[in-house]
């Protein structure tokens, strides 16, 4: 047992190159340029936000960790536009407002492609931790569950097409079916890093969700949910893009020997 954990703790320190100190410098300049562009709502007179603090401790571990350019692209990109059409959907129906009261906020919308690549990273170390067996049963006791929870939860907003909307995609997820590991790992690593993220945003009242809720269960859940679905969205696109570079196939009747 502890032979193993050593081999899993070394793996996951392998993740960490010299491509991690140039991100995390990178990552402080992005943290200096949104502080100051956004410093109107930084209000140091209450004193230190160690929570906040603690996740973006925790979330610069993860993004420093196991950089892989094209994958990360790839999945700020999808997430960027994943998290713009749920914020769309949450704000316009009212299921969650801000406190700026923007139907959404442009400054909430570069966290999601952050988050998407944060809780990859999550996701993949995981995978290296999570001891190999077939759990084809707790894939149907968390994602299949997540969907009537959910639609219960948003169904006095059912009278809205994104809401119609989001309950049909959340179907598809279900019916298109990836990899059980991976989407198990994606729905717990979305759904652990949503419980701070959640916690946070509605005790401070950053955001808040109709039920008045610090934070309601189907909200940190969604994290994982909408890590799964971000994940049939990436494979979509790779698998379109390893088309388009494939190389046409040639006509064999051409150049064939005459007889």
């Not at 960027?80 to 442009?106: K, M, N, S, V």
């Not at 492609?113 to 894939?139: H, Y």
């Amino acid at each position: 047992m502890w032979a193993a954990m050593k081999s899993a703790l070394t793996d996951l320190w392998r993740g960490y190159t010299r491509a991690s100190a140039l991100a995390l410098v990178a990552l402080a300049l992005g943290y200096a340029i949104i502080a100051f562009t956004y410093r109107r709502y930084i209000d140091l007179s209450l004193g230190m936000d160690w929570l906040l603090a603690g996740i973006w401790l925790f979330m610069t571990a993860l993004l420093c960790w196991g950089i892989e350019p094209r994958r990360d692209l790839i999945r700020a990109a999808v997430g960027f536009g994943g998290g713009l059409y749920i914020e769309a959907w949450g704000t316009q129906t009212e299921i969650w407002t801000y406190f700026t009261d923007e139907r959404p906020p442009l400054w909430i919308l570069p966290a999601w492609p952050v988050a998407a690549i944060a809780i990859d990273r999550l996701s993949r170390a995981l995978d290296i931790v999570w001891p190999a067996k077939k759990l084809d049963w707790l894939w149907w006791a968390l994602l299949p569950a997540f969907v009537p929870l959910m639609t219960l939860f948003v169904w006095p907003h059912a009278d809205h097409s994104f809401t119609q909307l989001s309950i049909v995609l959340m179907v598809v997820v279900l019916l298109w079916r990836g990899d059980v590991r991976q989407d198990l790992t994606l729905m717990v690593a979305g759904a652990g890093l949503g419980i701070f993220l959640e916690y946070w945003g509605t005790s401070r009242y950053c955001w808040t969700y109709y039920t008045k809720e610090i934070p309601p269960i189907q909200a940190v859940l969604a994290h994982g949910f909408a890590s799964v679905a971000f994940q049939r969205v990436v494979y979509l696109g790779e698998n379109m893009l390893s088309r388009l570079k494939r190389p046409p196939d040639r006509d064999r009747s051409i150049g064939t020997a005459r007889t």
